[in-house]
């Protein structure tokens, strides 16, 4: 599956909204809270962007405050906006993150409504899909309709035009009305995906199986090409399923950093790796082991980067500061 050469290297689909991020409490001990940009999608889109690769971005935002700035955020890291839309009426999502003294993250939407889930697929521009080398995105634009007709549909579309299609299943509880109908959407993309990226606390949502191993095996053995499942500090495991042949399998270590916060550590981690995977002639096709794992080595690393900052898109790091911690 060859990646030719065209204007925009990688589309991403999906939510974009404001990260309300804790950041310490005040001298009357009130919480702060950074307005970040934020979203999966976008942050991969971002995340690419700064490391070279010609990225475009689809997704609904607000004719707010917030709107604004997030488009702004986006075309400062050179990201297309083409396919970003402005709802008249439907405010920008918001989410408020907290963290707590390990780093780790929990969080809360304003959501519904909130602009994100008003994508429609009439709305996106019909070039960005046909001529999208690699389309990606989420599972959280798959909550609600319009949005999640719009994100299948368009990725559908642009397996049918030859792209490699991405999708990490982002797991958020709050935004499902039960977990039953989380695993049933979040499942409903597998059969046309290329490149399927999960963290090993979402194995058994996508697969029904914890290890990372047996999940990555059973999700190949759907027609997956390449698996990725992130195990945080320890790096990635990964099984590579090539057309003919065994399946490359192996885990590549992480980098151990002092974490300020992990937001966006894994959309930093696949944006690395798909703009290694943009760059690459042959595609998904006649991977070697040493330039897979050279590969995930560059996302591991980038992710590090922006684990050491808080934040998502404001701590994602540029290609030279990647190469000079490599």
């Not at 989410?95 to 780790?104: F, H, L, Q, S, Y």
């Not at 914890?210 to 053995?221: G, R, S, W």
Request: glycine share 8%; with cysteine.
């Amino acid at each position: 599956m060859a990646i030719t050469a065209r204007n925009i290297d990688i589309v991403t689909v999906g939510e974009v909204l404001i990260d309300l991020t804790q950041t310490g409490v005040d001298e009357r001990g009130v919480r702060t809270l950074a307005a970040n940009p934020g979203g999966a999608p976008a942050n991969v889109a971002v995340a690419a962007s700064r490391l070279g690769t010609k990225t475009a971005f689809v997704g609904c935002i607000g004719t707010d405050a917030f709107g604004d700035s997030l488009r702004e955020t986006l075309e400062k890291d050179g990201v297309d906006t083409t396919g970003l839309i402005a709802h008249e009426t439907i405010p920008t999502t918001l989410a408020v993150v907290t963290v707590n003294p390990d780093g780790e993250r929990s969080f809360t939407f304003y959501r519904r409504p909130g602009a994100d889930i008003c994508l429609e697929r009439s709305a996106i521009p019909e070039s960005l899909i046909a001529d999208a080398p690699i389309l990606h995105f989420g599972s959280v634009s798959l909550t609600d309709d319009p949005a999640r007709t719009a994100t299948l549909e368009a990725a559908k579309d642009a397996k049918a035009a030859g792209a490699i299609i991405t999708y990490d299943p982002n797991y958020r509880p709050a935004l499902w009305p039960s977990e039953e109908e989380a695993i049933q959407w979040m499942r409903a993309p597998l059969d046309m995906v290329d490149v399927l990226k999960i963290s090993d606390e979402e194995t058994a949502l996508l697969s029904g199986y914890e290890a990372p191993d047996a999940a990555a095996e059973a999700l190949t053995d759907q027609g997956i090409r390449l698996v990725l499942v992130t195990l945080g500090p320890d790096g990635v495991y990964y099984r590579y399923q090539p057309e003919d042949g065994e399946a490359l399998t192996g885990t590549v270590p992480g980098f151990q950093v002092t974490v300020a916060d992990t937001n966006g550590a894994g959309d930093t981690f696949f944006g690395a790796f798909l703009s290694k995977l943009s760059q690459r002639e042959n595609g998904l096709d006649d991977f070697e082991a040493d330039e897979l794992e050279a590969d995930l080595t560059f996302a591991n690393r980038a992710a590090s980067l922006t684990t050491s900052k808080p934040g998502a898109i404001p701590a994602m790091p540029t290609l030279e500061e990647v190469e000079a911690a490599l």
